[in-house]
Nanobody
């Protein structure tokens, strides 16, 4: 079993930045592909970004390309999501997810965190 704990959410003004972190435990972190998803009120959960086990492959949703950056530190068992130029439409609960491959984690992750709220004020 993998435990994922997100942190770093909060309130930010439009145009501002936040960095989310997700600490993983329970399995060898470098064997996990990692991803971020988000869910806004009244909407379905959607894919945001994914990173392969060693960080060599990275994928983004079109809506965040050029503004968000996913990264990982395998020595710290942590994946990050740097969010810049935040917009009101980025406001959502952000979830960390893990799976065996980027193919799995982008579509049907095996493990989920509890989520962290990101609120963007205009």
């Amino acid at each position: 079993q993998v435990r994922l704990v997100e942190s770093g959410g909060g309130l930010v003004q439009a145009g501002g930045s936040l960095r989310l972190s997700c600490a993983a435990s329970g399995r060898t972190f470098s064997n996990l592909a990692m991803a971020w998803f988000r869910q806004a009120p009244g909407k379905e959960r959607e894919f945001v970004a994914a990173i392969s086990r060693r960080g060599s492959s990275i994928y983004y949703a079109d809506s965040v390309k050029g503004r968000f950056t996913i990264s990982r530190d395998n020595a710290k068992n942590t994946v990050y999501l740097q969010m810049n130029s935040l917009k009101s439409e980025d406001m959502a609960v952000y979830y960390c997810a893990a799976g065996d491959s980027t193919g799995d984690v982008t579509s049907r992750p095996t493990f989920w965190g509890q989520g962290t709220q990101v609120t963007v004020s205009s």
